[in-house]
C-alpha cells in the first residue's frame, strides 16, 4: 500500500507563504515547478533539495535525527542536478526520511558527495503536502549568471 493512499483528506493544498525561501513556485499545469538560486552551485544543489522537501511537507516539526550519504557521479552538471533529486527521492520512498538539511561536501562537474538529514516520516507529527512521484526533464534547466546560479525543475505529482 503507498503511503500517500488514504491520505487526500489530509493534505495540505494551502501553502504558508514563508519568507527568504531559497527557491519559488512556479506555474505549471497538474505538476509542481520550482526556479531555485544560489550564489554557489553548492548552494543551488541545497536548495533544490529543501525546494523538493519542502513541497513534499511541511518541515517545520522535521528534527535532524537520522542521516543518508549520497556519493553520486553523473555524465554532466545538469544530470548530476537531477540524479541528485531522484537519489534523494528514491531514499525518501524506501527509507521514509523526511529530509530537511543537506551538507555538500564535495561538488565537481560531473561528481557529488553529500549528506541530507532528516526524521523518520510520521504522519501524527509531519503535515504531508504533496506526493511528488518524480523528477522530470520537462522544461529543466541549469544556469550561471552574475548574480550566481538559477535552476528550474518540474515535479511529477
Avoid at 116 to 137: F, P, Q, R
Wanted: hydrophobic share 40%.
Amino acid at each position: 500500500m503507498s503511503l500517500w493512499q488514504g491520505l487526500q483528506p489530509r493534505m495540505r493544498k494551502v501553502r504558508k507563504k514563508k519568507k527568504n525561501k531559497p527557491y519559488r513556485l512556479i506555474d505549471h499545469t497538474a505538476d509542481i515547478g520550482i526556479k531555485v538560486y544560489g550564489k554557489t552551485l553548492k548552494e543551488l544543489f541545497q536548495n533544490a533539495a529543501i525546494g523538493c522537501f519542502d513541497n513534499i511537507a511541511d518541515l517545520d516539526n522535521v528534527q535532524l535525527k537520522r542521516h543518508v550519504r549520497f556519493n553520486i557521479q553523473a555524465p554532466s552538471q545538469e544530470e548530476l542536478l537531477l540524479l541528485w533529486l531522484k537519489e534523494l527521492l528514491y531514499s525518501f520512498d524506501t527509507k521514509r526520511i523526511l529530509f530537511k538539511d543537506f551538507k555538500i561536501e564535495e561538488l565537481k562537474a560531473t561528481h557529488l558527495i553529500a549528506t541530507a538529514y532528516g526524521d523518520k516520516l510520521n504522519l501524527k507529527k509531519h503535515s504531508v503536502k504533496e506526493e511528488i512521484k518524480a523528477v522530470t526533464y520537462h522544461e529543466f534547466s541549469l544556469k550561471h549568471g552574475k548574480s550566481g546560479w538559477t535552476a528550474q525543475v518540474i515535479f511529477d505529482v
